[in-house]
């Protein structure tokens, strides 16, 4: 079989251009540092890594509701630790209070001091976190205390609020301000009823007992709101953990290896000016450019 000129210009122009081609994608792995660029280059890699994509997206979903729920448990936390110490000072007046030898003005001053840290409980009752009330349950965009009758009674909500912390677990953020605010600031609370006795020269130490069984509920509230922190603090653990793994696995399915690609580019870029040098020695002058 004779071999022409043209028959190895051919072939030299579809090596070469299979080799731009290799040092194209080459030069883009290393550029994009990915071991493909679109689905079609490695189809069955491309959709594992929609796969970890998608894991790895909930995962980081699932940390910005751990986030939120952390706020809000511990917001509620440092609400009931001052409602406590407020309520604690109220009981150390009571007792003063319940001294036979305090006359009635001195008394009067207690009661007008125990009122002021009510209103100081009713505000811890209204706090906020993003805008948010977080003891009035679902209804988290009424302020509480603007539901206060006549009687100074305030109606709190009780319906509960979760997040999702992991596929199919859920955490309650949010704390019922009933068992707490609203008992201790009603009309029929410990509270209002230490006042009345204070002012109406009542038996002010048979409060005692209901004020220490209203700091014991707020106490225990605070102890089931401590145990949903600890939670909360292993949840946030496992899925820094679970990201950990889900980036790594995604990394190795699409990263690629930077040394080696780096290599590869090395050598094809030296093939390729090779596959030149011996082109342009092949292609000799034929006879119709001497006759030009």
Do not use: C
């Not at 406590?84 to 036979?100: D, F, H, K, Y």
């Amino acid at each position: 079989m004779r071999v022409t000129q043209s028959m190895l210009t051919n072939n030299m122009l579809t090596n070469l251009s299979s080799s731009y081609e290799k040092l194209g994608k080459l030069q883009e792995q290393v550029s994009s540092q990915k071991k493909f660029s679109k689905p079609s280059d490695d189809p069955v890699a491309a959709m594992m890594g929609m796969g970890y994509r998608t894991n790895l997206n909930q995962i980081q979903q699932y940390k910005s509701n751990i986030s939120e729920a952390e706020n809000w448990i511990n917001s509620t936390d440092d609400a009931i630790t001052e409602a406590v110490s407020a309520l604690q000072r109220i009981r150390e007046l009571t007792v003063q209070g319940s001294n036979g030898t305090y006359e009635e003005n001195q008394k009067s001053n207690i009661a007008e001091e125990i009122k002021q840290l009510k209103e100081h409980l009713v505000s811890i009752g209204d706090t906020q976190i993003g805008g948010k009330y977080i003891f009035n349950g679902q209804n988290t965009n009424v302020k509480p205390s603007a539901s206060a009758d006549a009687n100074g009674n305030i109606t709190y909500g009780t319906e509960l609020i979760n997040l999702e912390a992991f596929s199919g677990i859920s955490i309650q953020i949010n704390t019922d301000g009933s068992n707490m605010f609203g008992e201790a600031l009603g009309e029929d609370g410990s509270i209002q009823k230490t006042i009345k006795a204070l002012t109406e020269n009542g038996d002010v130490g048979a409060m005692l007992a209901e004020l220490d069984k209203t700091i014991d509920s707020f106490l225990a509230t605070q102890a089931q709101v401590g145990a949903r922190q600890n939670r909360i603090e292993l949840m946030t653990d496992r899925l820094s953990q679970q990201e950990v793994f889900a980036t790594e696995i995604l990394s190795k399915n699409e990263d690629v290896d930077i040394e080696k690609a780096i290599m590869n580019l090395t050598t094809q870029e030296s093939v390729h000016s090779a596959s030149l040098s011996i082109g342009a020695k092949i292609m000799q002058p034929s006879l119709l450019d001497f006759l030009r």
